[in-house]
């Protein structure tokens, strides 16, 4: 199943791809409940089904069931505002609030060599914030107060089942799926200090999507291809095949540290050819377009656009400069 969230007049909703249209699943589940006769058909799909990717996940693989009978249901019915067009759908992060987002740095040995780091030992995690993410097609904000803006192609695993402590052996089982990430990156930020943080959380600079692919459609995660493409350019061009650190292997050394739950994101690092590597550096610009497509997800495409100063703020400087 291929799940997205999109956008509604009446807020985000939870959708699965049928072709080139998008059931909402907590809609087509409440209309299959109530030709089954069921009373209150809206109230249980709203637990059974919910419309948010969060409690979605977290159902487990009962909902994901009871949203696959939804889909089957609704395809042959004329049922009003449950299916609409894939075009012009405006999507937001596959998982809009994930409780958390945890990041592999250096989990690829050739981007490790380019950017003259020592192969880690440990697997090297660090943190984005909810506030960072955007979805599909919405433009990533080249920051006022940078030139440096890179782009780094990601696969992103996304965590249905809970745990702590888990074995590598049992990882997989903790998987819902997996999607796209950018983890864009504000790079004379990110070297000011030896913690990358800052220059990892600038406002509505990461994006993820389109689709949440569940682990079931991707038998092999360690095995595919991904790539990076700035105004049709191709920059990054490898495979999940060059980890240092497998997902098991990831999923177990987070679950020692803290509790998984489900809608977490982790993002499981970048191969060679990111921006301020290249000789000679290549940042993104207002106006560019980045396309990152992984092998069996698809393609997530994001405009870039320069941050506009406020009114006032340009005011206030017109008048120092003719001051």
């Known amino acids: ?107 690829y040995r050739d981007h490790a060599e380019e950017t003259g780091m020592s192969i880690p030992e440990h697997p090297v995690f660090f943190s984005k914030f909810t506030s960072c993410l955007i979805g599909a097609g919405e433009p990533i904000v080249l920051p006022r107060v940078s030139e440096q803006l890179d782009y780094e192609a990601e696969l992103a695993v996304v965590i249905g089942r809970p745990g702590r402590y888990i074995l590598e052996r049992e990882a997989s089982g903790h998987v819902a799926g997996y999607t796209i990430l950018n983890d864009v990156s504000v790079r004379d930020y990110q070297m000011r200090t030896s913690q990358w943080l800052i220059g990892k959380v600038f406002d509505r600079s990461t994006p993820v999507g389109p689709e949440l692919v569940t682990a079931g459609e991707v038998p092999q995660p360690e095995a595919l291809r991904l790539s990076a493409r700035v105004n049709g350019r191709v920059l990054q061009d490898s495979s999940t095949s060059n980890f240092i650190f497998s997902i098991p292997r990831v999923i177990a050394a987070i679950s020692e540290i803290l509790t998984l739950e489900p809608g977490d994101l982790i993002a499981t690092g970048t191969p060679a050819g990111v921006g301020f590597a290249r000789k000679p550096p290549v940042f993104l610009r207002d106006g560019d377009t980045v396309t990152i497509e992984v092998e069996r997800l698809g393609a997530l495409t994001n405009p870039v656009t320069a941050e506009r100063a406020p009114a006032g703020a340009r005011g206030a400087r017109a008048v120092a400069e003719r001051a």
């Open 1 to 107: 199943m291929r799940l997205v969230t999109f956008k509604t007049g009446y807020g985000a909703r939870l959708g699965a791809v049928d072709g080139e249209h998008v059931v909402d699943l907590n809609a087509a589940y409440t209309a299959l409940l109530a030709s089954q006769g069921v009373r209150r058909a809206a109230a249980h799909a709203r637990a059974a089904v919910p419309a948010d990717a969060t409690r979605f996940l977290g159902e487990g693989p009962d909902a994901v069931r009871r949203a696959e009978e939804a889909v089957a249901f609704v395809r042959d019915a004329q049922i009003p505002g449950v299916r609409v067009s894939r075009r012009g759908l405006a999507l937001l992060p596959v998982v809009p609030r994930p409780p958390k987002i945890i990041c592999v740095g250096l989990n």
